[in-house]
């Protein structure tokens, strides 16, 4: 701390002897970062505006074509560092956008841009990147193709038209099947990005393909985010989801519709196994599915006399390999959140989970949320946990 006083206070003395002086110019390196600056703006606006000739113009990178199908409301890059050599140049930006009708607040992408500079001074792209520890964006796999739905919009690389509109329109049944479960305090409208693969998929999440393998869908957001967050993705793992049936196909969308209407109410408070217990809870309220058939593996364990002694931890959610214990995860937060709504009604889930997300902190969220809305204690609600499990699943 000492060191991070001393460091402003000779900042604060130097600033005043340069403004005194009014020695210097802009540098070199200065007079470069500004080139590339309006390069960039000019970028932008051909994206903006549509205009593929100008687009063409700011670099021998552009392909046009990958962000044709982009519904945007804004796009802007603003540089944050430039590493000069010579006529060549590499620029680190932030990319900012926002799709039209969805997106509240803009989403911002690290981009990684290579550019040279010709006989006249002008700047212009050679390549533009992902930056380094950076996710992908779609168009960076290949030309976007789009379908619209109702509530919801979807995006998608390597993927047929009926393909897309078919994920168009499992999220419009998915939207107001969650508003009937957690009310419509949310946008009600989703975006659902369609990678061509499993790769393309963890390519958009910035993680190995391993992470991800037999998970169909997620979706990505800022946790307790209000106003002014970006809209959520529900990115789908098009292997994975190809071995669903129609009714999993719901089920799946459905849940992660139910991630982007709790988003604002989830919090660092909020146990995975309420959060995703909720979500599984909203997609399969309205599929039929008996608990036996919803919780295979904890019924398994439950005609094995071998019930979980608790509710699942967080880490019990990681992606290891292990697929029986993630499916218990998965299937022990159901239970819970389906023991809620049928002991305390729907509304009673609802308000549990949000008491539980207002605390902003894990200690103490979800024993004063059991007892101000359930008045019962973590104790006494496992006790009653595992004996629903053997009546419902034994």
Same mark, same amino acid.
């Given at each position: ?9 000779? #900042?604060?003395? *130097? ?12 540098? +070199?390196? %200065? ?9 960039? %703006? ?22 046009? +074509? ?15 560092? /430039? ?22 607040? =803009? #989403? ?13 001074? $002008?700047?212009? *792209? ?11 964006? &779609? ?15 979807? &995006? ?47 390519? /958009? ?24 967050? =970006? ?6 793992? =098009? ?7 129609? *009714? ?6 459905? $849940? ?8 604002? $109410? ?9 959060? @995703? ?10 599929? !039929? ?6 919780? =295979? ?17 967080? @880490? %019990?959610?990681?992606?290891? !390999? ?36 207002? $605390? ?5 969220? #979800?024993? @004063? ?17 595992? @004996? ?7």
């Amino acid at each position: 701390m000492a060191g991070r006083r001393w460091g402003s206070a000779v #900042v604060a003395l *130097v600033l005043p002897l340069v403004a005194l002086t009014g020695c210097g110019g802009p540098t +070199a390196a %200065d007079s470069a970062t500004a080139d590339v600056q309006r390069l960039l %703006d000019r970028r932008a606006a051909a994206v903006l505006g549509r205009d593929e000739r100008a687009y063409e113009r700011t670099g021998t990178d552009a392909d046009f +074509a990958r962000l044709r199908a982009l519904p945007l409301a804004s796009w802007s890059y603003r540089v944050t560092g /430039l590493r000069r050599t010579g006529d060549t140049a590499t620029a680190d930006a932030e990319l900012r956008y926002r799709v039209a009708g969805y997106d509240r607040a =803009p #989403v911002t992408a690290g981009r990684t841009l290579r550019l040279s500079r010709d006989a006249a001074g $002008h700047w212009s *792209v050679d390549a533009d990147r992902p930056a380094r520890k950076s996710a992908q964006q &779609l168009w960076d796999q290949g030309e976007v193709r789009l379908a619209r739905g109702t509530r919801s919009l979807v &995006l998608g690389v390597g993927q047929s038209a009926r393909s897309l509109r078919g994920f168009a329109g499992l999220a419009d049944r998915a939207v107001p099947a969650v508003s009937e479960a957690w009310g419509t305090d949310w946008s009600r409208r989703v975006v659902v990005l369609v990678p061509k693969s499993l790769e393309g998929m963890a390519g /958009l999440l910035g993680s190995p393909a391993s992470s991800y393998r037999g998970i169909a869908a997620v979706t990505t957001g800022e946790t307790g985010a209000r106003d002014r967050s =970006p809209a959520d993705r529900i990115i789908v793992n =098009p292997d994975a989801f190809a071995l669903l049936g129609d *009714v999993g196909e719901q089920v799946v969308v459905t $849940h992660e519709t139910a991630h982007v209407a709790t988003r604002a $109410h989830t919090t660092a408070a909020t146990p995975l196994w309420l959060s @995703e217990g909720y979500a599984d809870w909203a997609g399969y309220r309205a599929a !039929g599915r008996t608990p036996p058939e919803a919780a =295979p593996e904890l019924s398994r364990a439950a005609g094995r006399g071998e019930l979980p002694a608790g509710l699942p931890a967080d @880490e %019990d959610f990681g992606f290891t !390999g292990d697929a029986s214990r993630l499916a218990r995860a998965y299937e022990s937060g159901w239970t819970a959140c389906l023991m809620i709504a049928d002991r305390w009604g729907e509304s009673g889930l609802r308000d549990f989970y949000r008491a539980v997300g207002e $605390h902003r902190e894990r200690s103490g969220a #979800v024993e @004063e949320a059991m007892r101000d809305v359930l008045g019962t204690t973590p104790e006494d609600f496992t006790r009653q946990w595992r @004996e629903y499990l053997r009546d419902r699943l034994g």
